[in-house]
C-alpha cells in the first residue's frame, strides 16, 4: 500500500497567516494526490484534485502543488472558515488511501 | 443538484448485523463510483472500498476485506455498506462519496453527510 505522511499533524496561525502542508507519498504517485478540508461535525470538502487543480467553488487562497512523492497545500490568507483539518488522499493505486490530517487551529 | 443522501444514525449490539445506504441523485447513478470512508472518533479518513454502480465492479481496501460488503442497487441509485457480526471497534461515522475523474486522475467530489454506526458491547 501507499502511505501517506502529512506534515505537521498540526498547526497554530492567525487570521492573515500564509500556511503550507505538506504531504508525502511512500512512492511516486505523480499528480494524483487531492487535498479535502473537514470541518468538525461535517463531511470533507475537496479542494484541490489532480496536485494543482482549484475544485468549481473552492477560494483562490487555496493552491496545490507537486509532483511525485511531495506535495504541498498552500493557503495564501487564511479566513477564520479556514480553521480546519486538511487531509491528502493519494488516487495513484486502487486503494486511494488518506494522510493522517493535518489540524489547522487559530492562534 | 447532485446530492447522496445516507441513512440514518444506528444504535446496535455487538454481533448484530446492519446494512447503511446512500442515495444518489442528480447525476447519472450508473457512471461515476462510490466510495465508502470510515471515521473513528477523533479519527483521520480510512478509504474502505470503492463500487461501480454500472456494474457493480468492488474493490476493498485489504483493512476491510472480508470485514464489511459494499454493494449497489442501480434501480434505486443507491448502494450500500453492510456488516455481517458487528463489533464494538465498528463504531464511527461512515461516509459514502462520489468518484469524479480528470484524465487518469479520481477524487471524491461529493460526500454524503455520513451515517453515525453507534456499536455497544
Known amino acids: 500500500d501507499i502511505q501517506m505522511t502529512q506534515s505537521p499533524s498540526s498547526l497554530s496561525a492567525s487570521v492573515g497567516d500564509r500556511v503550507t502542508i505538506t504531504c508525502r507519498a511512500s512512492q511516486s504517485i505523480s499528480v494524483y494526490l487531492n487535498w479535502y478540508q473537514q470541518t468538525p461535525g461535517k463531511a470533507p470538502k475537496l479542494l484541490i484534485y489532480?496536485?494543482?487543480s482549484l475544485q468549481s467553488g473552492v477560494p483562490s487562497r487555496f493552491s496545490g502543488s507537486g509532483s511525485g512523492t511531495d506535495f504541498t497545500l498552500t493557503i495564501s490568507s487564511l479566513q477564520p472558515e479556514d480553521f480546519a483539518t486538511y487531509y491528502c488522499?493519494?488516487?495513484?493505486?486502487?486503494?486511494?488511501?488518506f494522510g493522517q490530517g493535518t489540524n489547522l487551529e487559530i492562534k | 443538484e447532485v446530492q447522496l443522501v445516507q441513512s440514518g444514525a444506528e444504535v446496535k449490539k455487538s454481533g448484530e448485523s446492519l446494512k447503511i445506504s446512500c442515495k444518489g441523485s442528480?447525476?447519472?447513478?450508473?457512471?461515476?463510483?462510490i466510495g465508502w470512508v470510515r471515521q473513528m472518533p477523533g479519527k483521520g479518513l480510512e478509504w474502505m472500498g470503492i463500487?461501480?454502480?454500472?456494474?457493480?465492479?468492488?474493490r476493498y481496501s485489504p483493512s476491510f476485506q472480508g470485514q464489511v460488503t459494499i454493494s449497489a442497487d442501480k434501480s434505486i441509485s443507491t448502494a450500500y455498506l453492510q456488516w455481517s457480526s458487528l463489533k464494538a471497534s465498528d463504531t464511527a461515522m461512515f461516509y459514502c462519496?462520489?468518484?469524479?475523474?480528470?484524465?487518469?486522475?479520481?477524487?471524491?467530489?461529493?460526500w454524503g453527510q455520513g451515517t453515525l454506526v453507534t456499536v455497544s458491547s
Open positions: 463500487i461501480y454502480p454500472g456494474d457493480s465492479n468492488t
Open positions: 489532480a496536485a494543482s
Open positions: 462519496a462520489r468518484s469524479d475523474q480528470y484524465y487518469d486522475s479520481s477524487f471524491f467530489d461529493y
Open positions: 488522499q493519494q488516487s495513484y493505486s486502487t486503494l486511494y488511501t
Open positions: 442528480g447525476y447519472s447513478f450508473t457512471n461515476y463510483w
